[in-house]
């Protein structure tokens, strides 16, 4: 029976997907091309009708992970609240359905040019979701806006991976987040 065009794109998508979450849980060398598969509910000959290769769906799953989190973002959500949702217990055991970029940085720095413009381009569509929107006073230095967004970026996701680094009960996983966030929470000028 012939897939129809709908049918392949929403296949492709439920692979992406899949392959999304199987790889913040285990790393992209942690799954094999058979397994993801299966995990979507194809079989493994399937692949290669719908990717060039591994670093393809890599590259497209790094893409829809990195999406997800500045969806997050880009609702309007305020600095603070990120970091207060980043930064706590519930997306830090979360780590399937968690930030992919806490979860894979490691790894992507050892891949392809294509993974690692796809984390390029994520990353900067969340610096651009979590700064100040063109509606903003124009007195607002938006280089500076920017500098606090990377800095405030960039110590939440090395809190979230020293946490997660840890064993998921013991009292430095927690403490990671807890002065992680309220660190970062005072450079924003919340106390």
């Known amino acids: 029976?012939?897939?129809?065009?709908?049918?392949a794109q929403a296949n492709r998508a439920r692979v992406v997907?899949?392959?999304?979450?199987?790889?913040?849980?285990?790393?992209?060398?942690?799954v094999g091309v058979a397994d993801l598969m299966a995990a979507a509910g194809f079989?493994?000959?399937?692949?290669?009708?719908?990717f060039g290769s591994k670093t393809d769906l890599i590259a497209e799953s790094t893409a829809c992970g990195i999406a997800t989190t500045v969806a997050l973002a880009g609702g309007g959500v305020h600095p603070v609240d990120?970091?207060?949702?980043?930064?706590?217990?519930?997306?830090?055991?979360?780590?399937?359905?968690?930030?992919?970029?806490?979860?894979?940085a490691g790894d992507a720095a050892r891949q392809p040019d294509s993974v690692k413009a796809a984390?390029?381009?994520g990353i900067e569509s969340l610096i651009e979701a979590l700064g100040p929107g063109s509606e903003s006073a124009p007195e607002i230095d938006v280089t500076e806006a920017r500098n606090r967004i990377v800095d405030m970026l960039s110590h939440a996701l090395?809190?979230?991976?020293?946490?997660?680094?840890c064993p998921d009960d013991s009292a430095l996983a927690d403490e990671f987040l807890n002065v992680g966030?309220?660190?970062?929470?005072?450079?924003?000028?919340?106390n």
């Open 158 to 165: 090395g809190a979230l991976v020293l946490s997660r680094a």
């Open 1 to 7: 029976m012939k897939v129809t065009k709908a049918q």
């Open 181 to 190: 966030r309220a660190a970062i929470l005072r450079s924003l000028g919340i």
């Open 82 to 104: 990120f970091v207060r949702q980043y930064l706590s217990r519930e997306h830090r055991d979360g780590r399937a359905t968690g930030c992919t970029m806490a979860a894979l």
């Open 43 to 50: 079989t493994h000959g399937g692949f290669y009708k719908q």
């Open 17 to 30: 997907e899949t392959a999304s979450q199987l790889f913040r849980e285990r790393g992209y060398d942690g």
């Open 119 to 121: 984390f390029a381009a």
